[in-house]
Protein backbone atom coordinates (compact mmCIF):
# COMPACT_ATOMS: atom_id res chain seq x y z
CA UNK A 1 0.00 0.00 0.00
CA UNK A 2 1.07 3.49 -0.95
CA UNK A 3 0.23 6.80 0.83
CA UNK A 4 -1.35 9.05 -1.94
CA UNK A 5 -1.47 12.71 -1.23
CA UNK A 6 -4.09 14.25 -3.14
CA UNK A 7 -6.60 17.14 -4.23
CA UNK A 8 -10.09 16.81 -4.98
CA UNK A 9 -13.26 19.08 -4.68
CA UNK A 10 -16.81 18.20 -3.54
CA UNK A 11 -19.53 18.88 -5.53
CA UNK A 12 -20.12 21.93 -4.86
CA UNK A 13 -16.71 22.98 -6.22
CA UNK A 14 -14.86 23.56 -2.85
CA UNK A 15 -11.41 22.07 -2.87
CA UNK A 16 -10.11 19.09 -0.37
CA UNK A 17 -6.81 18.41 0.51
CA UNK A 18 -5.74 15.36 2.28
CA UNK A 19 -2.99 11.98 2.41
CA UNK A 20 -5.02 8.11 1.65
CA UNK A 21 -3.37 5.29 2.10
CA UNK A 22 -4.14 3.14 -1.30
CA UNK A 23 -3.04 0.40 -3.60
CA UNK A 24 -3.22 2.30 -6.92
CA UNK A 25 -4.03 6.29 -7.69
CA UNK A 26 -7.31 4.23 -9.48
CA UNK A 27 -8.27 2.63 -6.47
CA UNK A 28 -8.02 6.49 -4.67
CA UNK A 29 -10.13 8.06 -7.18
CA UNK A 30 -12.97 4.79 -6.97
CA UNK A 31 -12.82 5.50 -2.42
CA UNK A 32 -12.86 9.11 -3.01
CA UNK A 33 -16.14 8.83 -5.28
CA UNK A 34 -18.18 6.86 -2.73
CA UNK A 35 -17.67 9.62 -0.37
CA UNK A 36 -18.93 12.44 -3.31
CA UNK A 37 -15.06 13.59 -4.07
CA UNK A 38 -13.72 13.76 -7.09
CA UNK A 39 -9.85 13.88 -7.69
CA UNK A 40 -7.66 16.41 -9.54
CA UNK A 41 -4.19 14.58 -8.82
CA UNK A 42 -2.68 12.42 -6.75
CA UNK A 43 1.38 12.24 -5.99
CA UNK A 44 2.65 9.07 -4.47
CA UNK A 45 4.20 9.99 -1.26
CA UNK A 46 7.81 7.55 0.48
CA UNK A 47 7.62 7.15 4.22
CA UNK A 48 8.62 10.77 4.98
CA UNK A 49 6.15 12.55 2.87
CA UNK A 50 8.10 13.71 -0.19
CA UNK A 51 7.75 12.26 -3.49
CA UNK A 52 9.68 9.13 -4.80
CA UNK A 53 11.91 9.46 -7.08
CA UNK A 54 14.33 7.43 -9.07
CA UNK A 55 17.28 8.65 -11.66
CA UNK A 56 19.33 5.55 -11.72
CA UNK A 57 19.24 4.11 -15.51
CA UNK A 58 17.01 0.45 -15.34
CA UNK A 59 19.15 -2.93 -17.06
CA UNK A 60 18.38 -4.08 -19.86
CA UNK A 61 16.84 -7.09 -18.62
CA UNK A 62 14.26 -5.00 -16.96
CA UNK A 63 13.83 -3.38 -20.05
CA UNK A 64 13.34 -6.25 -22.03
CA UNK A 65 10.85 -7.69 -19.51
CA UNK A 66 8.56 -4.74 -19.17
CA UNK A 67 8.20 -4.17 -23.41
CA UNK A 68 7.48 -7.75 -23.71
CA UNK A 69 4.82 -7.80 -21.11
CA UNK A 70 3.29 -4.45 -22.22
CA UNK A 71 3.03 -5.39 -26.32
CA UNK A 72 1.67 -8.62 -25.34
CA UNK A 73 -1.42 -7.19 -23.45
CA UNK A 74 -1.52 -4.27 -26.31
CA UNK A 75 -1.67 -6.94 -28.88
CA UNK A 76 -4.68 -8.93 -26.39
CA UNK A 77 -6.54 -5.70 -27.16
CA UNK A 78 -5.94 -4.54 -22.93
CA UNK A 79 -5.77 -0.52 -23.02
CA UNK A 80 -2.26 1.40 -22.13
CA UNK A 81 -3.89 2.46 -18.81
CA UNK A 82 -4.91 -0.94 -17.90
CA UNK A 83 -2.14 -2.44 -18.92
CA UNK A 84 0.31 0.00 -16.93
CA UNK A 85 -1.96 -0.87 -13.83
CA UNK A 86 -1.63 -4.86 -14.71
CA UNK A 87 2.63 -4.16 -14.69
CA UNK A 88 2.07 -2.40 -11.46
CA UNK A 89 0.58 -4.68 -9.73
CA UNK A 90 2.19 -8.14 -10.30
CA UNK A 91 5.61 -6.38 -9.79
CA UNK A 92 7.43 -7.09 -6.55
CA UNK A 93 10.47 -5.10 -7.09
CA UNK A 94 9.99 -2.22 -4.90
CA UNK A 95 11.81 0.45 -6.81
CA UNK A 96 10.50 -0.83 -10.43
CA UNK A 97 6.78 -1.05 -8.50
CA UNK A 98 7.24 2.47 -8.00
CA UNK A 99 8.46 3.49 -11.36
CA UNK A 100 5.78 1.83 -13.10
CA UNK A 101 2.93 3.59 -11.00
CA UNK A 102 3.96 6.91 -11.35
CA UNK A 103 3.90 6.19 -15.07
CA UNK A 104 0.20 4.86 -14.29
CA UNK A 105 -0.76 7.70 -12.75
CA UNK A 106 0.80 10.58 -14.98
CA UNK A 107 -0.98 8.41 -18.23
CA UNK A 108 -4.28 8.26 -15.79
CA UNK A 109 -4.16 12.05 -15.98
CA UNK A 110 -3.46 12.10 -19.61
CA UNK A 111 -0.33 12.00 -21.00
CA UNK A 112 1.17 10.30 -23.38
CA UNK A 113 3.58 6.67 -22.47
CA UNK A 114 6.56 8.37 -23.97
CA UNK A 115 5.77 12.26 -22.04
CA UNK A 116 5.27 9.60 -19.00
CA UNK A 117 8.47 8.24 -19.62
CA UNK A 118 10.15 11.57 -19.60
CA UNK A 119 9.22 12.38 -16.90
CA UNK A 120 11.38 9.30 -14.69
CA UNK A 121 14.33 11.76 -15.34
CA UNK A 122 17.19 9.36 -16.63
CA UNK A 123 15.24 5.57 -16.00
CA UNK A 124 14.73 5.20 -18.99
CA UNK A 125 17.16 5.66 -22.47
CA UNK A 126 16.52 8.14 -24.88
CA UNK A 127 16.11 5.27 -27.41
CA UNK A 128 12.96 4.11 -25.54
CA UNK A 129 11.29 7.16 -25.31
CA UNK A 130 12.13 8.15 -29.45
CA UNK A 131 10.53 5.00 -30.41
CA UNK A 132 7.67 4.79 -28.37
CA UNK A 133 7.32 8.47 -29.24
CA UNK A 134 6.85 7.54 -33.22
CA UNK A 135 4.95 4.57 -32.09
CA UNK A 136 2.23 6.89 -30.85
CA UNK A 137 2.74 9.43 -34.04
CA UNK A 138 2.05 6.38 -36.52
CA UNK A 139 -0.27 4.93 -34.54
CA UNK A 140 1.63 1.50 -34.11
CA UNK A 141 2.39 1.69 -30.26
CA UNK A 142 2.14 -1.93 -29.99
CA UNK A 143 4.92 -2.71 -32.86
CA UNK A 144 7.61 -0.16 -31.48
CA UNK A 145 7.03 -1.83 -28.29
CA UNK A 146 7.83 -5.20 -29.65
CA UNK A 147 10.66 -4.03 -31.28
CA UNK A 148 12.05 -2.19 -28.44
CA UNK A 149 11.46 -5.90 -26.18
CA UNK A 150 13.97 -7.34 -29.14
CA UNK A 151 16.50 -4.41 -28.99
CA UNK A 152 16.56 -5.01 -24.70
CA UNK A 153 16.86 -8.37 -25.12
CA UNK A 154 19.22 -8.55 -27.53
CA UNK A 155 21.40 -6.09 -25.25
CA UNK A 156 20.91 -8.28 -22.50
CA UNK A 157 22.03 -11.45 -24.44
CA UNK A 158 25.27 -9.53 -25.18
CA UNK A 159 25.96 -8.56 -21.77
CA UNK A 160 24.95 -11.90 -20.06
CA UNK A 161 27.70 -13.29 -22.62
CA UNK A 162 30.27 -10.97 -21.40
CA UNK A 163 29.69 -11.45 -17.74
CA UNK A 164 29.14 -15.22 -18.13
CA UNK A 165 32.74 -14.92 -20.29
CA UNK A 166 34.37 -12.82 -17.43
CA UNK A 167 33.63 -15.08 -14.15
CA UNK A 168 36.45 -17.88 -14.79
CA UNK A 169 39.23 -15.81 -15.70
CA UNK A 170 37.98 -13.26 -12.54
CA UNK A 171 37.68 -16.18 -10.38
CA UNK A 172 41.75 -17.52 -11.52
CA UNK A 173 43.08 -13.66 -10.42
CA UNK A 174 41.33 -14.14 -7.21
CA UNK A 175 43.07 -17.27 -6.78
CA UNK A 176 46.54 -16.10 -7.89
CA UNK A 177 46.29 -13.02 -5.53
CA UNK A 178 45.28 -14.90 -2.54
CA UNK A 179 47.61 -17.83 -3.18
CA UNK A 180 50.71 -15.21 -3.48
CA UNK A 181 49.30 -13.54 -0.59
CA UNK A 182 48.83 -16.74 1.93
CA UNK A 183 52.32 -17.98 0.82
CA UNK A 184 54.16 -14.67 1.29
CA UNK A 185 52.31 -13.56 4.66
CA UNK A 186 51.58 -17.16 6.59
CA UNK A 187 53.97 -19.79 4.78
CA UNK A 188 57.30 -17.94 3.66
CA UNK A 189 57.60 -16.73 7.84
CA UNK A 190 57.70 -20.25 8.90
CA UNK A 191 60.30 -21.08 7.20
CA UNK A 192 62.81 -17.48 7.80
CA UNK A 193 62.92 -18.28 11.28
CA UNK A 194 64.72 -21.78 10.04
CA UNK A 195 66.84 -19.68 7.37
CA UNK A 196 68.25 -17.37 10.36
CA UNK A 197 69.34 -20.39 12.60
CA UNK A 198 71.32 -21.63 9.91
CA UNK A 199 73.57 -19.02 9.42
CA UNK A 200 73.35 -19.87 5.19
CA UNK A 201 73.96 -16.79 2.79
CA UNK A 202 70.38 -16.47 1.31
CA UNK A 203 70.33 -16.77 -2.76
CA UNK A 204 68.78 -13.48 -4.35
CA UNK A 205 65.55 -15.05 -5.28
CA UNK A 206 65.06 -15.80 -1.52
CA UNK A 207 66.13 -12.37 -0.86
CA UNK A 208 63.23 -10.85 -3.09
CA UNK A 209 60.56 -12.70 -1.77
CA UNK A 210 61.45 -12.11 1.66
CA UNK A 211 61.50 -8.26 1.28
CA UNK A 212 58.05 -9.22 -0.41
CA UNK A 213 56.72 -10.56 2.86
CA UNK A 214 58.42 -8.32 5.31
CA UNK A 215 56.45 -5.52 3.26
CA UNK A 216 53.33 -6.92 2.67
CA UNK A 217 53.27 -7.99 6.57
CA UNK A 218 54.31 -4.52 7.89
CA UNK A 219 52.65 -2.19 5.34
CA UNK A 220 49.26 -4.21 4.25
CA UNK A 221 46.65 -1.59 5.65
CA UNK A 222 48.90 1.13 3.47
CA UNK A 223 48.61 -1.23 0.86
CA UNK A 224 44.59 -1.85 1.25
CA UNK A 225 43.82 2.06 1.85
CA UNK A 226 45.55 2.78 -1.62
CA UNK A 227 43.89 0.33 -3.70
CA UNK A 228 40.59 1.67 -2.28
CA UNK A 229 41.77 5.33 -2.40
CA UNK A 230 43.44 4.53 -6.44
CA UNK A 231 39.99 2.42 -6.89
CA UNK A 232 37.47 4.94 -6.12
CA UNK A 233 39.72 7.66 -7.93
CA UNK A 234 39.66 4.92 -10.98
CA UNK A 235 35.97 5.11 -10.82
CA UNK A 236 35.53 8.59 -11.26
CA UNK A 237 37.97 9.53 -13.26
CA UNK A 238 36.30 7.21 -16.16
CA UNK A 239 33.07 8.93 -15.11
CA UNK A 240 34.20 12.31 -17.14
CA UNK A 241 34.51 12.54 -21.02
CA UNK A 242 37.40 12.72 -20.86
CA UNK A 243 38.68 9.77 -18.68
CA UNK A 244 36.03 7.22 -20.48
CA UNK A 245 37.76 8.40 -24.10
CA UNK A 246 40.97 7.74 -22.65
CA UNK A 247 40.12 3.94 -21.38
CA UNK A 248 37.93 2.85 -24.38
CA UNK A 249 40.77 3.94 -26.69
CA UNK A 250 43.16 2.07 -24.50
CA UNK A 251 40.69 -0.86 -24.53
CA UNK A 252 40.49 -0.72 -28.19
CA UNK A 253 44.61 -0.93 -28.16
CA UNK A 254 44.78 -4.32 -27.04
CA UNK A 255 44.87 -6.33 -29.62
CA UNK A 256 43.04 -9.69 -28.20
CA UNK A 257 40.18 -7.16 -27.01
CA UNK A 258 39.63 -5.18 -30.32
CA UNK A 259 37.77 -7.54 -32.29
CA UNK A 260 35.58 -8.35 -29.48
CA UNK A 261 34.97 -4.71 -29.08
CA UNK A 262 34.10 -3.60 -32.41
CA UNK A 263 31.94 -6.83 -33.04
CA UNK A 264 29.76 -5.53 -29.93
CA UNK A 265 29.49 -1.93 -30.94
CA UNK A 266 28.61 -3.19 -34.73
CA UNK A 267 25.58 -5.18 -33.40
CA UNK A 268 24.35 -2.50 -31.01
CA UNK A 269 24.55 -0.42 -33.66
CA UNK A 270 22.58 -2.33 -36.31
CA UNK A 271 20.12 -3.42 -34.13
CA UNK A 272 19.19 -0.05 -32.96
CA UNK A 273 19.21 1.90 -36.03
CA UNK A 274 17.04 -1.09 -37.62
CA UNK A 275 14.45 -0.19 -34.91
CA UNK A 276 14.48 3.26 -35.30
CA UNK A 277 14.55 3.27 -39.11
CA UNK A 278 11.86 0.40 -38.57
CA UNK A 279 9.51 2.93 -36.48
CA UNK A 280 9.40 5.63 -38.89
CA UNK A 281 12.34 7.67 -37.17
CA UNK A 282 14.60 9.95 -39.59
CA UNK A 283 17.45 8.48 -40.69
CA UNK A 284 19.75 11.51 -38.84
CA UNK A 285 17.85 11.92 -35.97
CA UNK A 286 18.03 7.82 -35.63
CA UNK A 287 21.86 7.91 -36.29
CA UNK A 288 22.12 10.60 -33.65
CA UNK A 289 20.29 8.23 -30.86
CA UNK A 290 22.24 5.20 -31.89
CA UNK A 291 25.54 6.81 -31.69
CA UNK A 292 24.97 6.79 -27.73
CA UNK A 293 24.06 3.70 -27.60
CA UNK A 294 27.65 2.18 -28.93
CA UNK A 295 28.98 1.88 -25.11
CA UNK A 296 32.15 3.28 -26.30
CA UNK A 297 33.64 7.37 -26.28
CA UNK A 298 36.33 6.52 -29.47
CA UNK A 299 33.20 5.13 -31.46
CA UNK A 300 30.34 7.55 -30.36
CA UNK A 301 33.14 10.28 -31.57
CA UNK A 302 33.66 8.57 -35.34
CA UNK A 303 29.57 8.27 -35.50
CA UNK A 304 29.09 11.45 -34.72
CA UNK A 305 31.47 12.50 -37.23
CA UNK A 306 29.85 10.14 -40.34
CA UNK A 307 26.52 11.96 -38.59
CA UNK A 308 27.20 15.23 -39.97
CA UNK A 309 28.77 13.79 -43.51
CA UNK A 310 25.14 11.99 -44.15
CA UNK A 311 23.29 15.06 -42.78
CA UNK A 312 25.23 17.06 -45.55
CA UNK A 313 24.00 14.42 -48.43
CA UNK A 314 26.76 11.16 -47.94
CA UNK A 315 24.98 8.24 -47.87
CA UNK A 316 25.33 6.03 -44.81
CA UNK A 317 27.10 3.19 -46.52
CA UNK A 318 29.55 5.46 -47.54
CA UNK A 319 30.16 7.17 -44.13
CA UNK A 320 30.48 3.99 -42.27
CA UNK A 321 33.18 3.00 -44.69
CA UNK A 322 35.17 6.76 -44.30
CA UNK A 323 35.22 6.28 -40.92
CA UNK A 324 36.60 2.86 -40.89
CA UNK A 325 35.48 1.38 -37.27
CA UNK A 326 33.27 -1.14 -38.05
CA UNK A 327 34.38 -4.48 -39.88
CA UNK A 328 33.70 -4.42 -43.41
CA UNK A 329 30.64 -6.66 -43.89
CA UNK A 330 29.08 -3.96 -42.03
CA UNK A 331 29.51 -1.14 -44.75
CA UNK A 332 28.12 -3.73 -47.11
CA UNK A 333 25.22 -4.98 -46.02
CA UNK A 334 24.26 -1.09 -45.52
CA UNK A 335 25.11 -0.39 -48.85
CA UNK A 336 22.91 -3.33 -50.33
CA UNK A 337 20.38 -2.29 -48.16
CA UNK A 338 20.45 1.85 -49.39
CA UNK A 339 20.41 0.26 -52.98
CA UNK A 340 17.22 -2.53 -52.54
CA UNK A 341 15.41 0.44 -50.27
CA UNK A 342 14.82 -1.85 -47.33
CA UNK A 343 17.75 -0.61 -45.03
CA UNK A 344 15.91 -1.68 -41.65
CA UNK A 345 15.19 -5.36 -43.14
CA UNK A 346 19.27 -5.20 -44.00
CA UNK A 347 19.98 -3.84 -40.57
CA UNK A 348 17.92 -6.70 -38.76
CA UNK A 349 20.17 -9.45 -40.80
CA UNK A 350 23.16 -7.50 -39.89
CA UNK A 351 22.23 -7.62 -36.33
CA UNK A 352 21.73 -11.26 -36.14
CA UNK A 353 24.84 -12.05 -38.09
CA UNK A 354 27.00 -9.49 -35.66
CA UNK A 355 25.32 -10.98 -32.51
CA UNK A 356 26.77 -14.50 -33.69
CA UNK A 357 30.01 -13.08 -34.23
CA UNK A 358 30.11 -11.29 -30.88
CA UNK A 359 29.82 -14.41 -29.16
CA UNK A 360 32.80 -16.11 -31.31
CA UNK A 361 34.76 -13.29 -30.50
CA UNK A 362 33.97 -13.83 -26.79
CA UNK A 363 34.99 -17.16 -27.12
CA UNK A 364 37.75 -16.44 -28.34
CA UNK A 365 38.88 -13.78 -26.23
CA UNK A 366 38.50 -16.24 -22.99
CA UNK A 367 40.48 -18.90 -24.65
CA UNK A 368 43.38 -16.91 -25.00
CA UNK A 369 43.36 -15.04 -21.75
CA UNK A 370 42.72 -18.56 -19.73
CA UNK A 371 45.83 -19.58 -20.67
CA UNK A 372 47.65 -16.24 -20.06
CA UNK A 373 46.12 -16.48 -16.22
CA UNK A 374 47.03 -19.93 -15.73
CA UNK A 375 50.80 -19.33 -17.20
CA UNK A 376 51.28 -15.93 -14.43
CA UNK A 377 49.74 -18.13 -11.48
CA UNK A 378 52.12 -20.98 -12.67
CA UNK A 379 54.88 -18.18 -12.63
CA UNK A 380 54.19 -16.20 -9.29
CA UNK A 381 53.29 -19.40 -7.21
CA UNK A 382 56.10 -21.68 -8.66
CA UNK A 383 59.13 -18.44 -8.06
CA UNK A 384 57.68 -17.96 -4.35
CA UNK A 385 58.30 -22.21 -3.95
CA UNK A 386 61.73 -21.99 -5.63
CA UNK A 387 62.57 -19.10 -3.56
CA UNK A 388 61.64 -21.12 -0.68
CA UNK A 389 63.41 -24.28 -1.50
CA UNK A 390 66.65 -22.72 -2.88
CA UNK A 391 68.12 -22.43 0.99
CA UNK A 392 67.27 -25.87 1.84
CA UNK A 393 69.24 -27.03 -0.48
CA UNK A 394 71.88 -24.69 0.71
CA UNK A 395 71.59 -26.12 4.50
CA UNK A 396 71.86 -29.07 3.32
CA UNK A 397 75.06 -29.07 1.60
CA UNK A 398 76.42 -26.81 5.53
CA UNK A 399 75.33 -29.74 6.75
CA UNK A 400 77.13 -32.26 4.57
Not at 310 to 320: D, N
Request: some cysteine.
Amino acid sequence: MAHFKYLAKTADGQAVNGIMESDTLLTLRNVLREKDLYLISGTAQNEKGTKTSSSKRLGAKSLSVICKQLASMLAAGVTLIRAMDILYQQTEDKRLKGILRKIYEEIQKGDQLSDALKKQGNTFPPLMISIIESGEVSGNLEGVIEKLANQFEGDNKINAKIRGALVYPIVLLVMVVAAVIVMLTAVLPTFVAMFDESGTELPAPTKIVMGASDFLIVNWYYIVTVIIIATVLLRQAVKTKKGRFIKDNMLLNVPILKKALLNIASSRFARTLANLVGSGLPLINGLEITTRVVNNAVIEEKLMEMREDVRTGMSLSYGIKKISVFPPIVHSMIAIGEESGDLDNLLNKLSDYMDDEVEESITRVMSMMEPIIIVVMGVSIGFIVIAMILPVFGVYETIQ
